[in-house]
């Protein structure tokens, strides 16, 4: 594959203006004449609705700014036209509903062009969209759709390459088609491997901006809502969020300034969601302030480029955990589109050595944060500190530490050298009825969350209840002009754009061979 080729042509995708919302909008195609539809309806209704709970809930601004979902049967229809996710969960809940309500297993063949004409439909209807919001005075100027399907993800690419090789896909930033298959449950221990695997930064070809992504999943609810997940995670690529500022070894100490310093450009990236920007569990408001705070380090959303200063290496056994605070933070090479490709890839390099040095010395590295200089008020400059941790990936873990004026006074009394064996017993025998887990998953613990945020999002619709389906009027009747979902926009016609030449950036194949899936 020829990479600079290829970022070459993402440059022309990207205009080099700063848009006004980073995140893509999201057009979602589900496939329903799959044989498994029974099974998959159920698990992909609910995966998508305990997601988009999530994106209504979040304080902040919105993860998942416009959705539209498209069913294609003997042909595409679209369920729910572009609608903008935050304030609107009871429309979606309506738009799940009718997705659940769609016909079982084996009452549409496979095959035929529907999802290519879901895709174009879409990529027409977020454009008029797009126009009608510029005219508004708000802009979102990219779309990335996800295609669910039980087709085979290469015969899925080769009928998009042929049908929109003559479509204007500058709007366009990837396509996922998604290959859902029915298997057996494997051990719960397997289901992080498979997160892992179903990220957009995942290899090299996520830098290249429009790009076709296959994928392969178990229709279950939680591979599928990993997938959706992805959805919330910062897709603003216009600059690094980090820089990781080392000193240079390329000087002798006697000679070397000592402004001299290595630069590695990074990406954060939440490895959890902040349960108090949930508005319903928390006063999501109060963490507003968070943000600017010179304590605090957010990855959501990056509004200012963090530079941390390594200045001194620590041994891993020698960190107590007790002084870390705050949610920690995934720390990765850039993405960002606007650097040059050997810059990204010495850049890629560069980090992907750090991570092994570190892990060979067995070692962290202390960082403090440099200051922003964001007002001229700040005549006193608070400094925090942070602690980078290496793993065995191509990854670092950065939490806070606590610095001299926040730590309080603590005793630790030490362990008694005997003590009375009839307790000693009673502690041993209620240890020894605990069942023992190898390693932590967060997959296996429920908390009734999404059942919690729901009740709190729901707002019945004021409209009259929705007949059932078997008292509806055909859907496809050539000559039936009206229509369940009032349209956002007016309907196009699927005449072919003006001249842009399809280029596939690349197809990649992120098989999940190994589900996540703890056993119900």
Not at 18 to 26: F, G
Not at 67 to 89: A, G, R
Not at 379 to 391: A, L, T
Not at 467 to 472: N, V
């Amino acid at each position: 594959m020829n990479s600079r080729k290829l970022l070459s042509e993402t440059r022309r995708t990207f205009p080099a203006t700063k848009v006004h919302c980073q995140q893509p909008s999201r057009i979602l195609i589900v496939d329903v004449t799959s044989p498994s539809w029974t099974n998959t309806c159920s698990v992909l209704s609910e995966a998508l609705e305990n997601t988009l709970c999530l994106a209504c809930s979040l304080t902040g601004p919105c993860r998942v700014p416009l959705l539209s979902l498209y069913v294609v049967q003997n042909q595409q229809e679209c369920l729910l036209p572009f609608t903008q996710v935050k304030e609107n969960f009871a429309r979606i809940q309506a738009c799940i509903s009718e997705l659940r309500s769609l016909p079982r297993e084996g009452c549409f063949p496979q095959g035929g062009n529907g999802v290519v004409q879901a895709v174009q439909d879409g990529l027409q209807q977020f454009k008029q969209y797009s126009r009608h919001a510029a005219a508004g005075g708000s802009a979102n100027s990219s779309v990335e759709i996800t295609i669910l399907t039980s087709q085979s993800g290469k015969e899925m690419v080769k009928q998009l390459e042929k049908k929109l090789k003559d479509v204007d896909l500058m709007c366009l930033r990837r396509i996922q088609a998604i290959e859902v298959l029915k298997r057996d449950f494997l051990e719960p221990e397997d289901v992080e491997q498979c997160m892992l695997a179903e990220e957009p930064s995942s290899n090299d070809t996520a830098i290249l901006g429009m790009d076709i992504d296959v994928q392969t999943i178990e229709d279950n609810v939680i591979s599928l809502e990993m997938l959706f997940k992805t959805w919330l995670h910062d897709y603003g690529t216009e600059r690094e969020h980090l820089q990781l500022l080392l000193p240079s070894g390329g000087f002798s100490h006697a000679t070397a300034p000592k402004t001299t310093l290595m630069c590695l450009k990074c990406d954060l990236q939440e490895r959890l969601l902040d349960p108090a920007l949930l508005s319903g569990t928390a006063d999501g408001t109060m963490r507003a302030a968070d943000f600017n705070s010179p304590c605090q380090m957010a990855a959501w959303p990056v509004t200012v480029l963090y530079k941390l200063r390594v200045v001194k290496a620590l041994k891993s056994e020698g960190v107590c955990e007790s002084v870390l605070y705050g949610l920690p933070f995934i720390i990765k090479p850039t993405s960002c589109w606007q650097l040059d490709w050997d810059e990204l890839e010495t850049n890629q390099h560069s980090f992907h050595a750090l991570c092994h040095s570190l892990l060979k010395r067995k070692w962290m590295l202390l960082a403090k944060r440099e200051p922003q200089n964001t007002s001229p008020n700040w005549n006193i400059v608070v400094h925090s500190y942070y602690i980078i941790v290496p793993s065995d990936s191509a990854t670092l873990l950065v939490k806070a530490v606590a610095m001299r004026e926040l730590l309080l006074p603590s005793t630790f009394p030490a362990l008694l050298a005997e003590h009375p064996e009839r307790v000693h017993g009673l502690i041993e025998s209620a240890l020894n009825s605990l069942e023992v887990e190898v390693a932590y998953n967060p997959l296996h613990l429920k908390s009734n969350l999404y059942k919690y945020l729901k009740s709190m999002l729901y707002k019945p619709l004021h409209r009259q209840q929705a007949q059932p389906r078997d008292q509806r009027p055909e859907r496809h009747q050539p000559k039936q002009h009206q229509s369940r979902v009032k349209a956002t926009v007016a309907p196009l016609l699927m005449a072919p754009s003006p001249v842009q030449v399809f280029r596939p950036a690349g197809v990649r194949r992120d098989s999940c061979e190994r589900s996540l899936l703890p056993k119900e």
